[in-house]
């Protein structure tokens, strides 16, 4: 079923997926995710908990009621947190001790998409390779049509369709308490946060105040631009805004606020892994946090060199991990790492339950603008000791027939540039050579080959570029490079 992706469930409502595959899919989850807690615990049976809550697409309701009808019927207690963003749903879900949680997203796809993202007790992703595939097998050979277990005691809570309250002072008083370096009211720092008309826009104005504030009210048509803060077109607002009032910078979220992308103070786009080092070293001053000594931050395959050289510099271990908030939170776990973030705007931290936060990562590299322009250095000259070390062509994306084959000639080609110093392997192929690096690997959420290279010198990495664009236009059927 194209519904079902590497890292969630996600496509077009009413063409990939209707409500009665989301009723399946929910009457499928807790067997899967939570099967412990639903049998004999110390000679009694308890029903698992599982947490809802939802973004402001159009359908995310309807959504929402036929996720909460098919839990139910499988017999797990339900609470609904209504309107929210996906972080509040994780930190909910571990700081609550939930059992499974579901957030109705499709996070930064057009307006007809939507979505669900799973995760189980603490807080850890559930995706296709760790349950999501079990969830398709039950859902595809008929097994959740029926509810036999409509009877079981199941339930579900539904609040009114707004913000929960409850929930959102809680999650207020958390970031206030964990964010000593809050004031930024009280700093000179003018900055503007474009919320997407996602589900950012009820944290905005509350945690930001005396910023400007752009399309901060919730609503899932997302007219004033795309929810995807990665497209150039989506951030022009926000660069003439900046621009225009003469402001230090600016913060844009995607549709439900799990990733944080920014511009400098002359609107220029700042490309994430480089902020990186910055949310670290904010992270680290203010949770002080060590394990055994070690201060571990992860990256992805696709971080700057840069980024990487960075993260050393400041006394603490980059540790590389594949794409992806599923793969990147559970190695957080593991490794004991602190903080860590991602080419797209992810960005994770311990003390989140190792969990993705737009709204903590823009809090964290906010403050650190702000200490920056006291001393009268401007955010682009905070990220340009991180930035300037390397010309970096960003992702690049191309529809290609045999991916597999493409991949095979741009690493063949790719020996043209010099003695390989380093391989890895963990997601795609990472070559490293002495004056900068490749990577090549096939999209997990999209039918596309995806590469990226970043060199010394511009010229050097034009140079590269140009032979490895040839190399996969010379496959049969040849290469489109898309947007």
């Known amino acids: 079923m194209s519904f079902f992706k590497a890292y969630d469930m996600r496509g077009t409502f009413g063409v990939d997926f209707d409500l009665e595959t989301v009723r399946k899919v929910g009457m499928a989850l807790p067997g899967v995710v939570s099967p412990l807690v639903a049998s004999a615990e110390g000679g009694s049976a308890r029903r698992p908990r599982w947490l809802v809550g939802r973004d402001c697409r159009q359908s995310s309701p309807d959504i929402r009621d036929a996720l909460v009808r098919g839990l139910a019927a499988a017999g797990a207690e339900v609470v609904d947190m209504g309107l929210c963003t996906t972080p509040m749903v994780y930190f909910f879900t571990g700081e609550d001790s939930y059992d499974g949680s579901v957030m109705v997203t499709a996070s930064h796809n057009p307006p007809s998409d939507n979505g669900l993202k799973v995760s189980r007790r603490t807080a850890l992703p559930v995706s296709y390779a760790s349950g999501l595939s079990e969830v398709e097998r039950i859902v595809s050979r008929g097994d959740a049509q029926d509810e036999p277990r409509a009877q079981a005691g199941g339930k579900g809570s539904r609040p009114a369709d707004g913000v929960s309250e409850g929930f959102l002072a809680r999650y207020l008083d958390w970031h206030r308490a964990h964010n000593r370096r809050l004031g930024l009211a009280n700093s000179t720092l003018s900055f503007a946060v474009d919320c997407s008309n996602g589900t950012g826009s009820i944290l905005a104005r509350r945690l930001f105040p005396g910023a400007v504030?752009?399309?901060?009210?919730?609503?899932?048509?997302?007219?004033?631009?795309?929810?995807?803060?990665?497209?150039?077109?989506?951030?022009?607002?926000?660069?003439?805004?900046?621009?225009?009032?003469?402001?230090?910078?600016?913060?844009?979220?995607?549709?439900?606020?799990?990733?944080?992308?920014?511009?400098?103070?002359?609107?220029?786009?700042?490309?994430?892994?480089?902020?990186?080092?910055?949310?670290?070293?904010?992270?680290?001053?203010?949770?002080?946090?060590?394990?055994?000594?070690?201060?571990?931050?992860?990256?992805?395959?696709?971080?700057?060199?840069?980024?990487?050289?960075?993260?050393?510099?400041?006394?603490?271990?980059?540790?590389?991990?594949?794409?992806?908030?599923?793969?990147?939170?559970?190695?957080?776990?593991?490794?004991?790492?602190?903080?860590?973030?991602?080419?797209?705007?992810?960005?994770?931290?311990?003390?989140?339950?190792?969990?993705?936060?737009?709204?903590?990562?823009?809090?964290?590299?906010?403050?650190?603008?702000?200490?920056?322009?006291?001393?009268?250095?401007?955010?682009?000259?905070?990220?340009?000791?991180?930035?300037?070390?390397?010309?970096?062509?960003?992702?690049?994306?191309?529809?290609?027939?045999?991916?597999?084959?493409?991949?095979?000639?741009?690493?063949?080609?790719?020996?043209?540039?010099?003695?390989?110093?380093?391989?890895?392997?963990?997601?795609?192929?990472?070559?490293?050579?002495?004056?900068?690096?490749?990577?090549?690997?096939?999209?997990?959420?999209?039918?596309?080959?995806?590469?990226?290279?970043?060199?010394?010198?511009?010229?050097?990495?034009?140079?590269?570029?140009?032979?490895?664009?040839?190399?996969?236009?010379?496959?049969?059927?040849?290469?489109?490079?898309?947007?």
């Open 213 to 483: 504030l752009l399309n901060d009210t919730p609503d899932g048509a997302f007219p004033a631009h795309s929810p995807n803060p990665l497209k150039s077109d989506a951030r022009e607002q926000l660069a003439k805004t900046v621009r225009v009032l003469g402001l230090d910078c600016g913060v844009m979220f995607d549709g439900d606020a799990d990733r944080a992308v920014f511009v400098d103070e002359k609107g220029d786009f700042v490309q994430p892994d480089h902020l990186i080092p910055i949310v670290a070293r904010s992270t680290f001053k203010e949770t002080d946090g060590a394990v055994g000594g070690r201060r571990i931050v992860i990256h992805d395959v696709r971080t700057s060199r840069g980024a990487i050289e960075a993260i050393r510099e400041m006394g603490c271990e980059p540790l590389m991990v594949p794409v992806g908030p599923a793969l990147a939170k559970p190695t957080m776990r593991e490794t004991g790492a602190q903080v860590g973030g991602e080419f797209a705007g992810h960005y994770y931290f311990s003390e989140f339950h190792s969990c993705d936060s737009g709204v903590l990562a823009a809090i964290r590299v906010l403050s650190e603008a702000a200490e920056a322009k006291a001393e009268g250095v401007s955010f682009s000259e905070m990220v340009r000791p991180i930035s300037s070390r390397y010309a970096n062509s960003g992702e690049l994306n191309y529809m290609v027939a045999d991916k597999d084959a493409a991949i095979a000639e741009v690493l063949s080609v790719s020996k043209g540039f010099g003695a390989v110093t380093g391989r890895s392997d963990i997601d795609g192929t990472r070559l490293e050579f002495v004056d900068g690096w490749v990577n090549v690997r096939k999209s997990n959420t999209e039918p596309y080959l995806r590469l990226i290279a970043e060199h010394r010198t511009r010229d050097g990495l034009e140079g590269w570029l140009h032979a490895l664009e040839d190399a996969i236009g010379r496959m049969e059927g040849g290469a489109d490079r898309c947007s």
